[in-house]
């Protein structure tokens, strides 16, 4: 059987992607990838590290952050604009990082091409809140067509909950034994969690949504029910 | 008028790309990126700068190398792969790089989106031998419509010689008055150029069916008439 890359960065989405890829594909014929790409914070790495190893597969860790240089975004820590808890649902958000998924992919593409990988996995889904534009069904299906084209295997994206809801994510999760207590979400970096940041809010409301407990700390009145369960 | 940004390599086909850009936007408004992969040689940079400095526009270096690790070519100096004179014709090369393009025009991308450059300008041709997957008019296309997608402000990507073979980039070269002598192919990086690599050989029959004289040094007889042009 062909190798699969699996673009893991340590958040619960990835880490629900991954759980699926090597329930159908086998550890052995997995390859997960994990990019710093000169966030703020380096929490997610070490996250992606403990559900590589939950799931026995190969861990590719590259620092790409050079890559990154002259691109803008709250989420990188040489830039100067800030993370903000409300974003306006209608424009693009401060954590839009322009590019970052088409680099990663295209990355993920070369090194599938370089492996002989057919498949390229990697966790987008409708939520990605704040309008990403490189997120949405119809990026995956033309940025699928180029790297088709562009590769000489043809590699192919697999985004397979493009069209779920983080809710849904949750649920699936669930049913396959996802550890989501080694997985990170807070865009500030922060442990326990802010519990206030877009991405904590979305968390929270999709484990609410699927009726599960999220098992990881969230600062003040969110980790009373669980406060010890990472320990 | 909108910031351009221009894929500068220091070979002969981006600075004609670049001479035809700064002809129709001006200097101040663009930009050239070169980036170091991990290719053999860093001759091309150096080509690169002066090219740049010769067209007065400000250029963006990167080291991107970290990104190529885990991808196999004979052009990247971590590889084991030979590059050969004689290529298959009908099969991609060795001097292949997977994912290259992708990744360099999402990352000119992501840049374009975060400055909010319209086009991102690179040098592909008709003649890219070796069968580049990355380098064809449905690539092109294909990776145009992705990016469209997946960037907020739309970036497009502008190849104006895809369809154009590698003479007629040496007529409009000369034309406009590009500084060929600047420019550097080889693959194997030596200067005197080798005049046997795949890129060597494609250049100088470009200028031969262009009815030109290559102003560059190549190693023994190639150089017999032009020894001091570049002095």
Known sequence: MSKVLVLLS????????????VNAY????????????GQRHTREIECAKDIAKHYDVKLMEMDISSAFAGISSALLSHSSIEIEDDQDKNKVGST?????????????AGIAD????EFVYYGAHADDHSGYPDCTTAFV???????????DNGVRIQAPFVKYHKSQIVKDGIAIGVP???????????????????????RLEA?????????????????????????
């Open 10 to 21: 340590g958040g619960m989405d990835s880490a629900v992607v991954l759980g699926k890829v």
């Open 26 to 37: 086998g550890a052995e014929n997995v390859v997960a990838l994990n990019m710093f790409y």
């Open 96 to 108: 839009y990082v322009p590019g970052r998924n088409s680099i990663f992919l295209s990355i993920a």
């Open 114 to 117: 370089s492996i002989g990988a």
């Open 141 to 151: 299906e033309k940025m699928t067509e180029a790297l088709i084209e562009g590769t």
């Open 180 to 202: 989501f207590e080694m997985t990170h979400s807070c865009y500030r970096g922060e442990y326990p969690a802010c519990g206030t940041c877009p991405t904590c809010q979305l």
């Open 207 to 231: 484990f609410k949504e699927a009726g599960q407990i999220d098992p990881i700390n969230y600062k003040g009145d969110f980790d009373e029910e669980d406060s010890d369960s990472r320990d």
